[in-house]
Structure formats: C-alpha cells, structure tokens
C-alpha cells in the first residue's frame, strides 16, 4: 500500500472519519528528551503496567495497563480523528471521510513500543514521548481528488455565433474553472496527517481560447446582402448571387483559399463555352481578390461588373464590389466560417 508516514505529537484538532487500526511494518524513532544532568533513571514500573513518565503523543500513559493505555488513546485521539474533514474548493464544500482516505492511527503499535521502557530500555529522567504512526494511501488521497475535480471543474466556453435561418445567436465567451490536482493532493494529504480541522484545495481559472468569436459571414441569398460579424460587430454589404440556373448552394462553408489577383478559369459549363482563361487585370471576372471555400467550387470574389449586385448572376459564386471584395479579403483569413442561407 502506497502512503506517507508521520511520526510524533501531531498538532492541531483532526476532522476526519473512522479510522482502521492496525500493524506497521517498522518502528519510528522514539522522541527523548536530553535527560538533565544528574538525573537519574526511574523506578521500574509495576508487573503489567507501563512505567511512569511515558507519553504517546503528548498523552500520559504511565501506570496504566496496555489495554487501558489503548482505549485512552481510543478515546483522546482516534474517536475525534474519526469526524469527516470540511474541504473546500473555490465556494463548494464538501467533508472527506478519512477510512476512504486510507488514514490509519496505529495505536497498539504504540502502546507496545511504549510499553517496553522502564523493561528492555530506561525511562530518561524527563520521560519518553513515544511517537503514534500515522500513514494514508496516497492512491486514494488521488482518487478523492480526481472523483471531486470532476464534478468541480467546468471547461471553459468560447464565444460563438451560430444561425438560426438569417438570424445570428450569440454566446459569450465563459471562464472555466479547475482543482490543481497536483497542489490539492498534497494538501488533502498534509491536512489529514497533521489533523487540520480544515483544509482547502487551490483552484485556478481557466481562460476560453476565443473572447470573441471569430470572424463569420451570413451570405443572405433573399435579400442579396452579405454580413461579416467580426470583433463585436457587423456589416453589410451588397451582392449577386448564382443565377437560377446555377443558384449558390445553401450551408455552412470553410474559406480554404485566398489569392490576390486570380486568373479566372472558366467552368466546365455551356454558361462558359468558349471562353478562354482570363489573367488578372481590369476585365478579369473575379476582379482583384478570390475567397474560395471548401466544396462546389464556390467562393467569394470582386466583379468588374458592380452593376450585377443586387441580383442573380453569378455562376454561383458570391459577387462583390471589388474595393468590398478588397477590405473583405484583409479581415477574412483562411479557416472563417461562411454561412449561406
């Protein structure tokens, strides 16, 4: 079994839950004090009782049977130790059952340790303080720890903006919130075995990786208007849309490229027939700026022909200005989302 041991007097009241009492594989160091010169050992104590001047824990055992000497420390110590522990992490509170942390006070290994003075050892003149080992089961310790971070802890929320039909849905960006884990273990582990009569798990706040949502755009087929939302704010623009014969697909798209000053290839369609590649330059058909996005080899471009906005012209594409097109281009990086409704 996994644990950490604590030897000698333990400060501070304890507020845990039953404990298990039970053999301890080595032997602590016994605290002595530095006898006084000139003092002289102790009688030897009476026939099955422990000498005078022995302690454990700061607990006067002297004269009393080893039975006795156990169910004293039964009662000062292990029946206060067995009361649940009040934790807290950041306002939630909760109280830890020591039995389900492993916490184990070894009594009768002290009384017979401290039995054996005044017999196989002397009692120093100032008397014996003999040490209570105390031990938890640190894969427990972590197991309370991981059982209650996850019902404490909340991911943090990304501002978003989604669709419902035309109409934009915010959500704010939220703070989460998180146990550390590590530092938590070793406070709920140092708390039982120094008996705190409280003990707090160290929390930190977790920040969400968008604060703002990013950049979106709503192509709005109906009304020929397309919407950047960026930064908290939105506007308009005016476009063509496809034709009837060639609409612009409804969906949600994914701006997969960005080129400056395209060469337009016509499409494999009796709408092209004939039509040769155009380089860029003023009658180029995609102006001075391509955004195009991930499926039906669509996009958002500028037109040499502004007098097309406004209606359904395009080979499905989505036309605009092309000084629009241009400022578009800057604030809309590869991987922002197009909605078309």
């Given at each position: 079994?996994?644990?950490?041991?604590?030897?000698?007097?333990?400060?501070?009241?304890?507020?845990?839950?039953?404990?298990?009492?039970?053999?301890?594989?080595?032997?602590?160091?016994?605290?002595?004090?530095?006898?006084?010169?000139?003092?002289?050992?102790?009688?030897?104590?009476?026939?099955?009782?422990?000498?005078?001047?022995?302690?454990?824990?700061?607990?006067?055992?002297?004269?009393?049977?080893?039975?006795?000497?156990?169910?004293?420390?039964?009662?000062?110590?292990?029946?206060?130790?067995?009361?649940?522990?009040?934790?807290?992490?950041?306002?939630?509170?909760?109280?830890?059952?020591?039995?389900?942390?492993?916490?184990?006070?070894?009594?009768?290994?002290?009384?017979?340790?401290?039995?054996?003075?005044?017999?196989?050892?002397?009692?120093?003149?100032?008397?014996?303080?003999?040490?209570?080992?105390?031990?938890?089961?640190?894969?427990?310790?972590?197991?309370?720890?991981?059982?209650?971070?996850?019902?404490?802890?909340?991911?943090?929320?990304?501002?978003?903006?989604?669709?419902?039909?035309?109409?934009?849905?915010?959500?704010?960006?939220?703070?989460?919130?998180?146990?550390?884990?590590?530092?938590?273990?070793?406070?709920?582990?140092?708390?039982?075995?120094?008996?705190?009569?409280?003990?707090?798990?160290?929390?930190?706040?977790?920040?969400?990786?968008?604060?703002?949502?990013?950049?979106?755009?709503?192509?709005?087929?109906?009304?020929?208007?397309?919407?950047?939302?960026?930064?908290?704010?939105?506007?308009?623009?005016?476009?063509?849309?496809?034709?009837?014969?060639?609409?612009?697909?409804?969906?949600?798209?994914?701006?997969?490229?960005?080129?400056?000053?395209?060469?337009?290839?016509?499409?494999?369609?009796?709408?092209?027939?004939?039509?040769?590649?155009?380089?860029?330059?003023?009658?180029?058909?995609?102006?001075?700026?391509?955004?195009?996005?991930?499926?039906?080899?669509?996009?958002?471009?500028?037109?040499?022909?502004?007098?097309?906005?406004?209606?359904?012209?395009?080979?499905?594409?989505?036309?605009?200005?092309i000084p629009e097109a241009e400022w578009l281009y800057d604030r809309l990086g590869v991987g922002s989302r197009v909605v078309v409704v």
């Amino acid at each position: 079994m996994a644990g950490r041991h604590v030897f000698g007097p333990l400060a501070g009241t304890v507020a845990a839950a039953a404990l298990t009492l039970g053999a301890v594989g080595a032997a602590g160091a016994v605290e002595v004090p530095a006898p006084v010169d000139g003092a002289q050992a102790q009688a030897g104590p009476q026939p099955g009782r422990i000498a005078d001047g022995v302690r454990i824990r700061g607990i006067d055992i002297g004269g009393l049977t080893r039975n006795e000497a156990v169910d004293k420390l039964l009662v000062e110590v292990v029946k206060p130790a067995s009361r649940r522990v009040p934790v807290r992490a950041g306002k939630t509170r909760f109280a830890v059952n020591p039995r389900s942390a492993g916490l184990t006070i070894n009594v009768r290994y002290a009384v017979r340790a401290a039995y054996n003075f005044g017999r196989s050892r002397a009692v120093p003149g100032g008397g014996v303080n003999v040490p209570l080992p105390i031990r938890v089961n640190e894969k427990r310790i972590e197991a309370i720890v991981r059982v209650r971070a996850g019902k404490y802890d909340r991911a943090a929320r990304d501002a978003t903006i989604r669709f419902r039909g035309a109409k934009p849905i915010f959500r704010k960006a939220r703070n989460g919130r998180e146990i550390d884990q590590e530092r938590a273990v070793d406070q709920l582990t140092k708390g039982l075995l120094k008996r705190r009569s409280s003990i707090v798990f160290p929390t930190r706040s977790v920040r969400p990786d968008q604060r703002v949502a990013p950049p979106t755009v709503l192509v709005n087929r109906n009304t020929f208007q397309l919407t950047l939302f960026a930064n908290g704010k939105r506007r308009n623009f005016r476009v063509a849309v496809g034709q009837p014969a060639y609409p612009t697909p409804s969906g949600t798209y994914t701006v997969v490229s960005k080129i400056q000053n395209p060469t337009w290839f016509p499409p494999n369609s009796t709408w092209a027939a004939g039509i040769a590649p155009v380089p860029p330059g003023p009658s180029n058909p995609l102006g001075t700026r391509w955004m195009g996005f991930d499926r039906n080899l669509i996009g958002i471009h500028g037109t040499p022909n502004p007098g097309s906005l406004g209606s359904r012209a395009s080979h499905g594409c989505i036309r605009m200005s092309i000084p629009e097109a241009e400022w578009l281009y800057d604030r809309l990086g590869v991987g922002s989302r197009v909605v078309v409704v």
